[in-house]
């Protein structure tokens, strides 16, 4: 059965450098060439925030371009932008949970209807699927 996933920046990161860090079942969906992956602009944006600080030094093979457009074919995943509706709904949630990030991907997954791969628990805070 064909389904729709959205990728948590650890879950591309991890997907392409180390899978063996992946779940079971995340690596089943993601080799499933039925499903259609997508990887949000948030994960470029927390990776590349992240990495500029000094605290995952392992994502800089992202930032070259070919390495990165090698990525998105390896895993047949479609780059998903941020839209302005993805920017209101993750600023509308009541909740304490702060990280932008977090509440990006929680948007786009709740407007684009796709469950989110992520280890992430913290995650089942907002009104989506999260499988792992």
């Known amino acids: 059965m064909k389904a729709r996933y959205l990728l948590d920046t650890h879950t591309f990161a991890w997907a392409v450098g180390d899978p063996s860090l992946l779940s079971e079942t995340a690596r ?22 992240k990495h500029h600080l000094g605290k995952w030094p392992e994502v800089s093979p992202f930032f070259d371009e070919a390495l990165y457009t090698g990525f998105l074919t390896t895993l047949r995943a479609t780059e998903l932008p941020i839209r302005h509706a993805h920017a209101r709904l993750a600023g509308q949630w009541n909740l304490a949970h702060r990280d932008p990030f977090d509440r990006m991907l ?18 089942d805070a907002f009104p989506l699927q999260r499988i792992w």
């Open 28 to 49: 089943t969906l993601l080799r499933d060439p039925r499903n259609d992956l997508l990887i949000s602009a948030a994960t470029s944006w927390e990776m590349s925030i």
């Open 106 to 123: 929680a948007a786009q997954a709740v407007l684009e209807g796709v469950a989110i791969l992520s280890r992430d628990e913290a995650l």
